[in-house]
């Protein structure tokens, strides 16, 4: 069975940093792709990033040259380092997992089978 666990998340002030991991379980590390997902109240999910096992990265613009998504095969995690928060960035995080080949990192949600239960972000000023 696949699992997708995040933890990480917490209360931040605004210019401060987070790392969202997403440990994984259920399925081999070697052929996949691995999304973080937000969603903000009364908003829709939006992809955030995602990486593929060949190491190939999607960023969403909002969040380019302040995120950084990477992945310890060894340890079957995802981490999502988050610098210089911003308040918009509040919301719920969640990743989600697929096993499509190619395997090319996409945003689009319903592209994912798979989904952890979320940790929440907020980034006070």
């Known amino acids: 069975e696949v699992q997708l666990v995040e933890s990480g998340g917490g209360l931040v002030q605004a210019g401060g940093s987070l790392r969202l991991s997403c440990a994984a379980s259920?399925?081999?590390?070697?052929?996949?792709?691995i999304g973080w997902f937000r969603q903000a109240p009364g908003k829709e999910r939006e992809g955030v990033s995602s990486?593929?096992?060949?190491?190939?990265?999607y960023y969403a613009d909002s969040v380019k040259g302040r995120f950084t998504i990477s992945s310890d095969n060894a340890k079957n995690t995802v981490y999502l380092q988050m610098n210089n928060l911003k308040l918009e960035d509040t919301a719920a995080y969640y990743c989600?997992?697929?096993?499509?080949?190619?395997?090319?990192?996409?945003?689009?949600?319903?592209?994912?089978?798979?989904w952890g239960q979320g940790t929440r972000v907020t980034v006070s000023s």
């Open positions: 989600a997992a697929d096993f499509r080949v190619p395997t090319i990192p996409t945003p689009y949600a319903n592209e994912y089978d798979y």
């Open positions: 259920g399925f081999t590390f070697d052929a996949y792709v």
């Open positions: 990486i593929s096992s060949d190491g190939s990265t």
